[in-house]
């Protein structure tokens, strides 16, 4: 029998970005969403974490630690885990993070079990339904990739 390489496809291969010198290797998106809530009657803003790749067979769910201090939300990614669903669909990997109704510049670091982290400075105002995207940045340029890319 004759064994044959099995490529990957482009989207999964890294890349250098010449204008940054990241290496370019997405596997998490995040996307700022508001939502009211009818029963509460307020406001949250939610951070959509979602896996760049789509699953065949399963919808997984995203596992993760938020911790946040002052103005810094850190969301440490555990893994993927299986919902317990009547019917398997596919799909990408999510979870919604809710948070209150936030105001102001404040920094969401993403957190991959190796210590990989991809951070972002996000000025936010529930009220206006706004977000800006005021930077991104590595922990470290030479060691960390970007992994996390933004859809707001």
């Known amino acids: 029998m004759v064994r044959t390489k099995k490529e990957k496809p482009a989207s999964e291969l890294a890349i250098i970005d010449e204008s940054t010198g990241w290496t370019l290797k997405y596997e998490y998106q995040i996307k700022p969403v508001f939502e009211f809530d009818e029963i509460l009657k307020k406001n949250f803003f939610i951070i959509e974490l979602l896996t760049y790749r789509e699953f065949a067979s399963f919808r997984y769910v995203i596992d993760y630690i938020l911790s946040n201090q002052n103005r810094e939300y850190k969301i440490k990614i555990k893994g993927l885990n299986s919902k317990d669903i009547s019917f398997p669909y596919a799909g990408k990997a999510s979870v919604r993070i809710k948070l209150p109704s ?51």
């Open 102 to 152: 936030l105001i102001g510049l404040y920094t969401f670091h993403i957190i991959k079990k190796n210590g990989e982290t991809n951070s972002f400075d996000l000025k936010i105002n529930s009220y206006e339904r706004s977000v800006i995207l005021e930077r991104e940045f590595l922990k470290d340029n030479k060691k960390h990739k970007k992994f996390v890319e933004y859809i707001g």
